[in-house]
């Protein structure tokens, strides 16, 4: 593997890699393998902190222990990643307000432009590992009902205005993000107009009583609260939830569908700070291996290493038009189209 032998090579030549970094004070942050502090940590030690949007974490509790695993034995050197994981616009504004992460792996690439503007990745992100763009997951969106509730199965039922829907808040999670234009695109992809795809979407947040924060706790108001008939939510939450014994009822619309991409990069302002970026280009390229893409699978993300995709295949439907975030003009363009004060997300609620 090309990650190996440059590794190897860098570790005959005797290189090492240190890296101090200050911790950092969250209740959402976790710690792996825990050890010395930043100013008691050898030559051989080095701490990494990777920041990410709040359902990535049963996916990364596998890969983190088996990338400290493989640098230890590549390249002989201790690492500790710490972890935190909460809504992604929250996460993003936290990195850029001072939360010195290492690498940053949010629900959407929207948030890693928002870095890069403020001067803490450098353009170019999305081209660090050829061919994925940055991405090292995908989803699409699911529909969940309750037990023996109202059955919905298919996007227009979500315009009922007997159905209450429950899904997080675009302008703090990007989950909602995908949600909402997922709802427009299921309009416009079919080749509806710009005004009925306003009106459609409309008619839906006329029936979402609350706004949670993030996915997290969109999930907690359906489950935990019992509010609402329909929950918005990821596919690879509700294969996460099967795999644990928590069956529920969902359907995957396959008519039409948008490819929930998450993308990663490396924190260019925080890692040359603190000689960290060696082993953090290092960790962003093992979420690439085969090992780490079946991680994300068995967490029930659609893998992009198509090998790994192949494995799985049979846990993921086919959807017969899945459209992405070009279809809307890269998230840019999206961005400030629906999501920034005053757009069309701001348009559909004014009349809650």
Do not use: H
């Not at 100013?39 to 990338?67: D, G, H």
């Not at 309009?187 to 839906?204: D, F, L, N, R």
């Amino acid at each position: 593997m090309k990650l190996q032998r440059r590794l190897f090579s860098k570790f005959l030549l005797g290189l090492t890699i240190s890296g101090v970094i200050a911790s950092c004070a969250s209740p959402s942050t976790t710690t792996e393998n825990t050890g010395s502090t930043a100013e008691s940590q050898s030559q051989e030690e080095v701490t990494l902190t990777l920041v990410s949007y709040a359902v990535t974490q049963a996916a990364y509790e596998k890969i983190v222990p088996q990338f400290v695993e493989y640098w230890e034995e590549t390249t002989g050197q201790k690492v500790t990643i710490d972890q935190s994981y909460g809504g992604s616009g929250s996460q993003t504004r936290a990195v850029i307000d001072g939360l010195e992460a290492d690498i940053v792996a949010l629900a959407l690439a929207s948030d890693t432009y928002a870095l890069q503007e403020a001067g803490l990745v450098e353009p170019g992100w999305e081209n660090e590992v050829s061919g994925q763009n940055g991405i090292i997951t995908r989803s699409v969106v699911a529909l969940v009902s309750r037990e023996g509730g109202q059955k919905v199965e298919t996007w227009q039922d979500l315009a009922d205005p007997n159905i209450s829907v429950i899904t997080a808040n675009p302008k703090t999670s990007g989950g909602a993000r995908w949600n909402f234009l997922a709802l427009w695109g299921s309009i416009t992809q079919a080749g509806g107009s710009i005004e009925q795809a306003t009106e459609y979407v409309a008619q839906v947040y006329s029936s979402v009583t609350t706004l949670p924060k993030d996915a997290r706790e969109a999930s907690d108001v359906f489950y935990t609260r019992n509010q609402g008939d329909v929950l918005m939510n990821y596919e690879n939450e509700l294969l996460l939830a099967e795999s644990q014994g928590r069956i529920q009822p969902y359907v995957i619309p396959t008519d039409y569908n948008i490819s929930i991409e998450g993308p990663v990069a490396v924190v260019d302002g925080y890692v040359d700070r603190r000689g960290t970026r060696e082993v953090a280009e290092a960790f962003v390229e093992f979420l690439y291996t085969p090992e780490a893409q079946r991680a994300f699978a068995e967490a029930g993300f659609r893998p992009v290493n198509e090998e790994v995709f192949a494995e799985f295949s049979d846990k993921f439907p086919v959807v017969e038009n899945l459209f992405t975030i070009e279809d809307f003009g890269g998230w840019p363009t999206a961005q400030s189209e629906f999501f920034d004060d005053g757009g069309i997300f701001d348009q559909a609620i004014s009349g809650r």
